[in-house]
Structures are given as structure tokens and as C-alpha cells.
């Protein structure tokens, strides 16, 4: 059977993710009602703000740094050097990150009264960056880290029903979450020295980091113009909004978000390491895979924006009073599903896994021209519309890459 091990990972993916994302689903929500929407807007904005340092801290290393070990995963010496170059890469990035979500906190004023949540979720960046999904997903080794990170939210995200009761536990949730990301970096790492996937050391001259991050850029700026319309939305609308709104547009973009990525990201992460090496072997049979992987995700996100679209009355009702009018909200975002995973799958895979330095850049290109249509719709959209003009604008953004994602993909 073709792909029988791609196929294996990615149902083994759809459980762990189920896993992975169910308990938040369920954390989520949770939180959302308990905290109400000013407390929830607090944990919103500084997640948003953190996970947007998590992108630098990535730099792209994902995709770049998988594809580079799954080329060299049967030569220790090599996959050695790249996993220490990596990490050094990354933990000069952690510093300019941390550096700058400090100025956040303490610089201004506007975001003063999200500092201590702000401060006590960096942790999750702290540990992102010392996180190895890179390197488990290029050696093909996707099914470990899946059950080390579904076992850390398991582990951890629990004790949210039982010590989290009330707007007042909202520092307390903040942390929660955050030791998450810890939990599975440490358990991540002990893997690695267990199994001796690569050796305990080798030297990483300053010239090889500086590369590193060289090849990484494209990728890191696509990813980063990405987070504008996703993350900085939220950034964004706290400075003009009070965080009662900012509660309720994170709430439902989250829901959302987290249902596509639930889907999305297992196929992403089993068929990436497979289409790389394809790229070199059988470009022919890749070009097909895809176009079956499109044909898949559509009939799957279809489905799941009809449920957001009629259900968003009841899922109004499910979160609150405090919700009560976001139903618009579901309703304007219900297709963002489908949007995501065919620009995902178009421009991941079809172009980042199967081309080479020009569609890298045609990739990257995408979502900076991307990211300058969502600064000109942001700078009109919230000040005048608030969170409705957010969800109009991320929807308009997202239509903008999948349709010319999907267009250079077949028109290479």
C-alpha cells in the first residue's frame, strides 16, 4: 500500500492530536466561561503575544532544519552538528525575544494591565525554544514527540478544573499553561539523551549558526508575516478595545483555529518529511499525493465550517452570557477552516517540501505581501469596526493567501 507509513503516522497523528487539541478544547472553554471575557482577554493577548515570539524563536527551523535532518538522519556525524547549530540559532533568538516582550510589559502603557500574565506565560517561550519537534519529525519519529506533548497536557492541563474556579485564578491559569510547554520540552529532551539521537556535543563555529539562520529566513518571514493576521490581530485590537472584546474575538478564533489544526497539522507533519524526500525522487508521484491530500482536507473542512456556521447560536449559548454576542464572529470565520488547510497544504507541501529556493521565496512573497494587505485593513478595520472589522479583515487576509497559494502551486 503507497504512503502506508505516512498514512499509519497520520492517524496515529489525528488521535495524539486529538488529545492534543480535545484537552484544550475542553481547557478552553473552560476558561472562557470561568474567567469571563475580561480575564480570558488578559490569557488572550499575552498567548497571542507569546506565540508570536514563538515564531522567531522558530525562525522557521520546522521545515528547514526537518527537511536538512531527514536528509541526514542515517549520518550521525552530520545530524549532530545540525541539531547543535539549531539550538545555539535558537538561543540567540530566545534572547531578543525576551527582550523585547520585557519592553512589552514594562514600555507600554496601553499593555500594563496584561504585564504579570505577560511575564508568567514566557515561560512557553522559554521552553519553545528548547523544544525538538524538528528533529523527532525528520527522523520520522513524529508518533514520540506526539505522545510526549499529549502526555504533558494530560499531565498538567487537568488540574485547570480543579484549581481554576473564578475570574480572581486568572494568574494561576496563566501558569498552567505555560508549564505545559515546560513539562514537554524537559520530557522531549530526555527522549533525545535517551535514544542518543545524536551525540552529547559537538563544536558549532559562529559562521555555521549565521547560515542557519540565513537558510531559515524565507521561511521565518513567510511564518512571521503570517502571525499578523493571526496573532498581532490580537496585539492590535487590545490597544483599542477594552479586554471584554479582546475575550471574546480570541475565544472564537481560538475554537476555531484549534478544530483546522486538529486536522491540518497531522497531515503537515507526517507527509512533509515523505514529500522532501520525494522532491529528489519521485516529483511526479508528489505532485499527485497533494492533489489527493486537497481533495481530502476540503471534504473535511467543509464539514467543519458548516458546524461553526449553523451552530454558532449554540455555541454562544454553551460559552455564556458574557459571549452572548459573538455569534456574528462564528459565523464571519466559519470558512477559515477550509481556507487555512488548502494554503497550508498548497504552500507547506506543495511548495516548501517539493521546491526549491525560488518557491521558497514565491512562499515567503505570499505572506508579506499578505502581511502588508492586514496592516492596511487593520489600521481601518479595528478602529473603526472593532471586533467585527477583526473578523472580516482576518477572513479577507486568509482568502488572499489560499487563493494565491493554491494559484503558483498550479501554476509552477
Given at each position: 500500500m503507497k504512503y502506508k507509513r505516512e498514512l499509519h503516522d497520520t492517524l496515529w497523528l489525528i488521535a495524539l492530536q486529538g488529545l492534543n487539541y480535545v484537552m484544550p478544547l475542553l481547557v478552553w472553554p473552560y476558561l472562557m466561561v470561568v474567567l469571563g471575557a475580561e480575564k480570558f482577554g488578559y490569557i488572550g493577548f499575552a498567548t497571542a503575544v507569546c506565540q508570536y515570539l514563538m515564531i522567531v524563536v522558530d525562525f522557521g527551523?520546522?521545515?528547514?532544519?526537518?527537511?536538512?535532518?531527514?536528509?541526514?538522519?542515517?549520518?550521525?556525524?552530520?545530524?549532530?552538528?545540525?541539531?547543535?547549530?539549531?539550538?545555539?540559532?535558537?538561543?540567540?533568538?530566545?534572547?531578543?525575544?525576551?527582550?523585547?516582550?520585557?519592553?512589552?510589559?514594562?514600555?507600554?502603557?496601553?499593555?500594563?494591565?496584561?504585564?504579570?500574565?505577560?511575564?508568567?506565560?514566557?515561560?512557553m517561550v522559554i521552553a519553545h525554544a528548547f523544544s525538538f519537534v524538528w528533529l523527532f519529525q525528520g527522523l520520522g519519529k513524529i508518533r514520540l514527540i506526539s505522545i510526549v506533548n499529549a502526555g504533558s497536557k494530560l499531565l498538567i492541563l487537568p488540574m485547570t478544573f480543579v484549581l481554576v474556579h473564578g475570574p480572581s485564578h486568572f494568574l494561576l491559569a496563566a501558569l498552567l499553561l505555560s508549564v505545559?510547554?515546560?513539562?514537554?520540552?524537559?520530557?522531549?529532551?530526555?527522549?533525545?539523551?535517551?535514544?542518543?539521537?545524536?551525540?552529547?556535543?559537538?563544536?558549532?563555529?559562529?559562521?555555521?549558526?549565521?547560515?542557519?539562520?540565513?537558510?531559515?529566513?524565507?521561511?521565518?518571514?513567510?511564518?512571521?508575516?503570517?502571525?499578523?493576521?493571526?496573532?498581532?490581530?490580537?496585539?492590535?485590537?487590545?490597544?483599542?478595545?477594552?479586554?471584554?472584546?479582546?475575550?471574546?474575538?480570541?475565544?472564537?478564533?481560538?475554537?476555531?483555529?484549534?478544530?483546522?489544526?486538529?486536522?491540518?497539522?497531522?497531515?503537515?507533519?507526517?507527509?512533509?518529511?515523505?514529500?522532501?524526500?520525494?522532491?529528489?525522487?519521485?516529483?511526479?508521484?508528489?505532485?499527485?499525493?497533494?492533489?489527493?491530500?486537497?481533495?481530502?482536507?476540503?471534504?473535511?473542512?467543509?464539514?467543519?465550517?458548516?458546524?461553526?456556521?449553523?451552530?454558532?447560536?449554540?455555541?454562544?449559548?454553551?460559552?455564556?452570557?458574557?459571549?452572548?454576542?459573538?455569534?456574528?464572529?462564528?459565523?464571519?470565520?466559519?470558512?477559515?477552516?477550509?481556507?487555512?488547510?488548502?494554503?497550508?497544504?498548497?504552500?507547506?507541501?506543495?511548495?516548501?517540501a517539493l521546491g526549491d529556493d525560488r518557491e521558497k521565496r514565491y512562499f515567503r512573497n505570499v505572506y508579506v505581501w499578505a502581511a502588508l494587505l492586514a496592516l492596511v485593513i487593520m489600521c481601518i478595520a479595528i478602529p473603526l469596526y472593532g471586533v467585527l472589522g477583526t473578523a472580516v479583515a482576518v477572513l479577507i487576509v486568509e482568502s488572499f493567501v489560499c487563493l494565491v497559494m493554491m494559484g503558483i502551486y498550479f501554476n509552477r
Amino acid at each position: 500500500m503507497k504512503y502506508k507509513r505516512e498514512l499509519h503516522d497520520t492517524l496515529w497523528l489525528i488521535a495524539l492530536q486529538g488529545l492534543n487539541y480535545v484537552m484544550p478544547l475542553l481547557v478552553w472553554p473552560y476558561l472562557m466561561v470561568v474567567l469571563g471575557a475580561e480575564k480570558f482577554g488578559y490569557i488572550g493577548f499575552a498567548t497571542a503575544v507569546c506565540q508570536y515570539l514563538m515564531i522567531v524563536v522558530d525562525f522557521g527551523f520546522n521545515f528547514t532544519a526537518t527537511k536538512e535532518v531527514a536528509l541526514h538522519k542515517n549520518d550521525k556525524e552530520a545530524l549532530t552538528k545540525i541539531f547543535w547549530t539549531t539550538l545555539y540559532a535558537k538561543g540567540f533568538l530566545l534572547l531578543i525575544c525576551m527582550i523585547l516582550l520585557l519592553f512589552l510589559a514594562f514600555c507600554v502603557p496601553a499593555y500594563e494591565s496584561y504585564r504579570y500574565v505577560l511575564l508568567i506565560m514566557s515561560g512557553m517561550v522559554i521552553a519553545h525554544a528548547f523544544s525538538f519537534v524538528w528533529l523527532f519529525q525528520g527522523l520520522g519519529k513524529i508518533r514520540l514527540i506526539s505522545i510526549v506533548n499529549a502526555g504533558s497536557k494530560l499531565l498538567i492541563l487537568p488540574m485547570t478544573f480543579v484549581l481554576v474556579h473564578g475570574p480572581s485564578h486568572f494568574l494561576l491559569a496563566a501558569l498552567l499553561l505555560s508549564v505545559v510547554y515546560i513539562i514537554a520540552s524537559l520530557l522531549g529532551f530526555l527522549v533525545i539523551i535517551r535514544e542518543k539521537y545524536v551525540k552529547s556535543f559537538t563544536k558549532v563555529t559562529l559562521i555555521e549558526v549565521k547560515q542557519m539562520l540565513k537558510n531559515s529566513f524565507p521561511v521565518f518571514l513567510s511564518q512571521a508575516s503570517t502571525t499578523v493576521y493571526t496573532m498581532m490581530f490580537v496585539v492590535v485590537l487590545a490597544y483599542f478595545v477594552g479586554a471584554s472584546d479582546v475575550g471574546r474575538y480570541t475565544a472564537v478564533e481560538k475554537l476555531i483555529r484549534s478544530v483546522a489544526y486538529l486536522f491540518l497539522v497531522p497531515i503537515v507533519q507526517a507527509f512533509f518529511p515523505r514529500l522532501s524526500y520525494m522532491s529528489i525522487t519521485n516529483k511526479s508521484q508528489a505532485y499527485k499525493l497533494i492533489r489527493g491530500l486537497l481533495v481530502l482536507m476540503t471534504v473535511i473542512m467543509l464539514i467543519v465550517g458548516c458546524v461553526f456556521l449553523f451552530g454558532a447560536e449554540y455555541l454562544c449559548l454553551f460559552l455564556g452570557a458574557d459571549y452572548k454576542d459573538s455569534e456574528n464572529l462564528f459565523q464571519i470565520m466559519s470558512m477559515l477552516p477550509l481556507l487555512m488547510a488548502l494554503g497550508g497544504i498548497a504552500g507547506q507541501l506543495g511548495l516548501l517540501a517539493l521546491g526549491d529556493d525560488r518557491e521558497k521565496r514565491y512562499f515567503r512573497n505570499v505572506y508579506v505581501w499578505a502581511a502588508l494587505l492586514a496592516l492596511v485593513i487593520m489600521c481601518i478595520a479595528i478602529p473603526l469596526y472593532g471586533v467585527l472589522g477583526t473578523a472580516v479583515a482576518v477572513l479577507i487576509v486568509e482568502s488572499f493567501v489560499c487563493l494565491v497559494m493554491m494559484g503558483i502551486y498550479f501554476n509552477r
